[in-house]
């Protein structure tokens, strides 16, 4: 069993810019992603990444403003958020997929086994 534990949320102006941090117990190799949920709208693809860390791929909303890396030697994602509009308010997910493949990425939430328990992002205007 896998466990996620997030952090780095918070409340911040707009235009300002947080990181986000997620780290996962166990070594065995995990494609990773994060997600986000506002409130009264469905869990939305954020960003993800895969194991080794050479492949990324982002949500058009967040492209150019978002990073997603890794550091595998810490079993740790990040999400650096530049540039916070107050359209990106929400729960923040991390989630992670066991993964074979050296590369693959996963974009839809059903493909992930576990998740983080959230952490909560306010952009005020």
């Known amino acids: 069993q896998v466990q996620l534990v997030e952090s780095g949320g918070g409340l911040v102006q707009a235009g300002g810019s947080l990181r986000l941090s997620c780290a996962a117990s166990g070594r065995t190799p995990y494609a990773m992603g994060w997600f986000r949920q506002a409130p009264g709208k469905e869990r939305e693809f954020v960003a993800a990444i895969s194991w080794s860390g050479g492949t990324t791929y982002y949500a058009d909303s967040v492209k150019g403003r978002f990073t997603i890396s890794r550091d595998n030697a810490k079993n740790t994602v990040y999400l650096q958020m530049n540039s916070l509009k107050p359209e990106d308010t929400a729960v923040y997910y991390c989630?992670?997929?066991?993964?074979?493949?050296?590369?693959?990425?996963?974009?839809?939430?059903?493909?992930?086994?576990?998740w983080g328990q959230g952490t909560q992002v306010t952009v005020s205007s």
């Open positions: 989630a992670a997929r066991a993964s074979t493949s050296y590369n693959r990425i996963y974009l839809n939430p059903s493909e992930y086994q576990y």
